[in-house]
């Protein structure tokens, strides 16, 4: 069952019908555009001096404003960090019922915090690693220059490593990540001027993003040990055997670790592999930023759901839990707020399993 409705609404109708669930598992808004409460919501034709930088390109901040982090209003707000919102998630679950639910490293503790103040125990943080991510740092030596109103000498030309495709989803998705903001394939490589310039050679802002925290929560058990409470409900523990990891040797698989990975290096070979999602797993129109692979959203669907259980998801987005749940026989639901992503995710959890019932 899916749900095109707000999440906050939908789950307490659900808990006043008496629903219950096995688990969730969910990716809810990292609200990493706060910017916009900094500056507020503004338009690129406004005739103030936010709109200026926005339409001048002049810094992050400003770019973020006319539009939230990637074009992305949704977000914004605070709903994830919230405890009310995991307290509905909380009503619904089973006792001993997980739930596990992405964030960025940035504010992952206000949402691991909400989670906890609902009732929830945090058990564990599990790491999704990849390394794709895009640089936002700032250049300080660039800066003290401009600032000093003094123009760099080009020295050099650099490839831009992400644009190699030369795809026009590409150079969009680039351009809102990376602090050059450019769809070039190449850009200058400048010295650096003034004395303050030179000194400050090499400095930035921010690391590179190159890994997802998890959540890992438990709703108390409710019958005194663990044991007790999976005979009765089915929930509390997690399903170790089936989230093996296969063996290079060929032997019994690895018991699964709290960490996930896109790299397919030796090193990691103990760790669950996933690689980041291809463009035919995506779909021609999934418009949506931070879709997560198939297989990585199995292996965190299978560690916390019994057999026969049914999966929430109360931020559905484009539809990966759900198609992760349907694929392997769980029942779910989801709840989606934006009517676009919610056709997207008819349409990709139909492609899985034909589902038995849609909500408007």
């Not at 659900?14 to 969910?26: E, K, R, W």
């Not at 640089?135 to 080009?154: F, Q, T, Y």
């Not at 997207?344 to 139909?350: A, G, H, L, N, S």
Request: glycine share 10%.
């Amino acid at each position: 069952m899916i749900i095109n409705g707000d999440c906050i609404e939908e789950m307490q109708k659900l808990i006043d019908q008496g629903v219950q669930v096995d688990s969730v598992v969910t990716d809810p808004p990292y609200h990493l555009q706060s910017i916009v409460d900094r500056f507020a919501k503004t338009s690129l034709s406004d005739n103030t001096k936010t709109s200026e930088r926005a339409r001048g390109r002049s810094d992050g901040y400003a770019r973020m404003s006319a539009g939230g982090f990637m074009g992305q209003e949704w977000d914004g707000g605070d709903i994830a960090f919230r405890a009310e919102t995991w307290r509905l998630a909380w009503e619904l679950l089973k006792p001993g019922g997980h739930i596990l639910s992405f964030s960025a490293s940035r504010n992952y503790h206000r949402m691991a915090v909400a989670i906890e103040d609902a009732g929830f125990e945090i058990r564990d943080q599990m790491m999704w690693l990849y390394g794709s991510g895009f640089p936002k740092s700032h250049n300080i030596s660039k800066a003290l220059d401009k600032s000093a109103g003094v123009e760099r000498e080009v020295v050099g030309k650099r490839e831009h490593p992400t644009l190699k495709d030369k795809t026009k989803t590409v150079r969009q998705s680039s351009t809102q990540y990376h602090a050059d903001n450019t769809t070039k394939d190449e850009w200058d490589i400048t010295a650096p001027a003034t004395d303050e310039a030179k000194q400050w050679e090499g400095w930035g802002t921010a690391l590179k993003p190159a890994h997802e925290p998890i959540a890992v929560g438990r709703k108390p058990i409710s019958e005194g040990t663990v044991a007790k409470n999976v005979l009765k409900y089915g929930t509390g523990a997690i399903n170790i055997d089936d989230s093996r990891i296969k063996s290079v040797e060929g032997v019994e698989g690895r018991f699964p670790a709290n960490i996930m990975h896109d790299g397919l290096q030796q090193d990691w070979s103990r760790f669950f592999y996933c690689p980041k999602i291809s463009k035919k797993e995506r779909g021609e129109k999934n418009k949506h930023p931070t879709v997560k692979p198939q297989e990585l959203m199995k292996y965190l669907v299978r560690l916390v759901t019994p057999k026969g259980g049914t999966v929430l998801d109360p931020f559905m987005g484009s539809g990966s839990t759900g198609m992760a749940a349907k694929d392997l026989g769980f029942d779910f639901i989801g709840i989606e707020k934006s009517e676009d992503y919610f056709k997207i995710c008819q349409e990709r959890i139909e492609q899985i399993n034909p589902l038995r019932e849609f909500l408007d």
